[in-house]
């Protein structure tokens, strides 16, 4: 039997269980059925509000993402072109990789006030230790032969970097991109969840946050599925795209 | 054309100095194929790179047509032994391509003719769009050939290019080499720790001593036999 139609057999059985379950211990307030959950999750996008929450959601995610790409790139640079820059680079990552970028958002609020600058901030601080550090060593992992190839023709600084680091740290880089995506999606959602926003409108986490004070059970549901969904289709579609169309096509997976 | 004068070559590697080759002093000519034999160790690799120009001398120095080297330039392509030398995320032929692009050698439409051509040469016309990692040790090797004889270089620095192959294809690859270098009247300056392939690239042949290298002869195949180098190489 293919694995898709496994998984698939897997999914449907797990539907199976929650719904008997769910129906013998009778209690919608505690765990609602698993139709529950679908109808509500149908009606909460054909009401628009988990599609507005999940927007919100992407595009504070999506601004965070960049910023921390950004930043990565340039610590990047710095660390590859000076020894201290290289030493800042290590130590830093080796004191806030272990720091949970969520822990951070407090001090944020403090510093940002309650709003979209802190959510910035702690994403930057999820993104930022991931790529850096593993494109910086994807650097120095290029091979010496290949390195040697790219001065052989005479290629510009700029273009070395370009058309033989960078393609050569693929993998690397590749790796950091999904680590620091999954953090940044796990921070976002935590963030959205526990603080909310600046009052009103809110993303996916505070979608959550709400129904469960309006003890509207199902719409939980329906929001965590969102959750995974989103994290699915990124994480096996975009990225597993990436990846047949570039290291696994050129024989370069780790 | 080539003029290597009193090298000596020292590199640091666990905070002992090395000492690569010892004065050594070759020069090759217009068309020669100028192989340099000597055991492992005895600096072979490191004087190609010197000429290559990725390491400078300690003493001595380093003329291609009379102008010292100083920077790896396109003038003097590597061929090297490691499969990873092509670019792996590029096919044959964009690999070709992007040393005739990177270098500024030519434009891209008139680099994949180019291109083209000289795969066609090592007979991987089959194989122009496909990723290094498919094809096999040979292939890879031919594939590296064709994109430095594709730079039409001043000389052609080969590093042992044919060691990681097995017997018959390394046999293959060294009449295959002959044919094209005769062809083309390249000069190539080939290093190698095989006696055979020595006697069968060369048009001259230096003998290098170990540890650290310097010249013991310079002979032409004519003038000399398997045993005459290996007693050179092991006794003496």
């Given at each position: ?9 897997l999914?449907?059985?797990l ?40 927007t ?17 790139a ?53 993104v ?6 593993n ?53 976002l ?20 946050f709400?129904?469960?004070?309006q ?40 | ?18 000492t ?126 064709a ?32 044919h ?50 290996q ?6």
């Amino acid at each position: 039997m293919p694995s898709a139609l496994r998984k698939t057999a897997l999914l449907v059985a797990l539907a199976v269980i929650w719904e008997v379950y769910a129906r013998w211990l009778n209690n919608p307030l505690l765990f609602p059925t698993f139709i529950d959950t679908v109808k509500a999750l149908f009606s909460g996008i054909a009401s628009g509000e988990i599609p507005k929450a999940a927007t919100y959601t992407l595009r504070l995610l999506i601004e965070g993402y960049l910023a921390g790409l950004a930043t990565a790139a340039l610590l990047t640079a710095f660390a590859s072109a000076t020894q201290i820059g290289a030493d800042f680079l290590e130590l830093l990552t080796s004191m806030f990789n272990p720091l949970p970028a969520i822990a951070l958002l407090p001090l944020a609020l403090v510093w940002f006030g309650l709003g979209n600058g802190s959510i910035i901030f702690v994403l930057i601080h999820a993104v930022l230790w991931a790529v850096a550090l593993n494109t910086y060593s994807g650097f120095r992992a290029v091979s010496p032969i290949l390195r040697m190839v790219g001065q052989n023709y005479g290629l510009s600084k700029i273009g070395y970097v370009t058309r033989i680091l960078i393609p050569g740290a693929f993998p690397s880089i590749l790796t950091g991109l999904k680590i620091g995506w999954a953090f940044a999606w796990r921070t976002l959602i935590a963030a959205e969840l526990v603080f909310g926003v600046s009052s009103g409108s809110g993303g996916l986490g505070w979608y959550i946050f709400e129904q469960k004070n309006q003890l509207l059970i199902p719409n939980v549901f329906a929001g965590l599925l969102t959750v995974i969904l989103f994290g699915l289709i990124v994480e096996n579609l975009i990225f597993r795209t990436i990846e047949n169309r570039t290291v696994r096509r050129w024989g370069m997976q780790v | 054309m080539l003029q290597v004068r009193g090298v000596t070559l020292q590199y640091r590697s666990h905070k002992q100095l090395v000492t690569a080759t010892r004065r050594v002093t070759f020069s090759v000519s217009e068309s020669d194929r100028f192989v340099v034999l000597g055991p492992s160790g005895c600096g072979k690799s490191t004087l190609l790179k010197a000429v290559g120009g990725y390491i400078r001398p300690t003493e001595g120095d380093i003329l291609l047509d009379g102008v010292p080297v100083k920077a790896p330039a396109p003038d003097r392509v590597f061929v090297f032994q490691e499969f990873d030398q092509l670019l792996p995320w590029k096919t044959v032929k964009d690999n070709i391509v992007f040393a005739l692009t990177a270098s500024g050698k030519m434009q891209r439409p008139q680099a994949e003719d180019r291109a083209m051509q000289y795969i066609q040469k090592v007979k991987l016309t089959e194989f122009a769009s496909s990723y290094p990692h498919t094809l096999s040790g040979g292939m890879k090797q031919r594939a590296a050939i064709a994109r430095a004889l594709a730079m039409d270089p001043r000389i052609l620095l080969m590093d042992e290019p044919f060691a990681a192959l097995d017997a018959l294809t390394r046999s293959q690859m060294q009449e295959e080499l002959l044919h094209l270098c005769q062809d083309a009247r390249l000069t190539v300056l080939f290093v190698t720790h095989s006696i055979s392939e020595a006697l069968r690239i060369g048009t001259r042949i230096l003998v290098l001593s170990a540890h650290p290298g310097q010249v013991k002869a310079e002979l032409t195949p004519d003038a000399c036999d398997e045993t005459r180098l290996q007693e050179l190489l092991f006794h003496a």
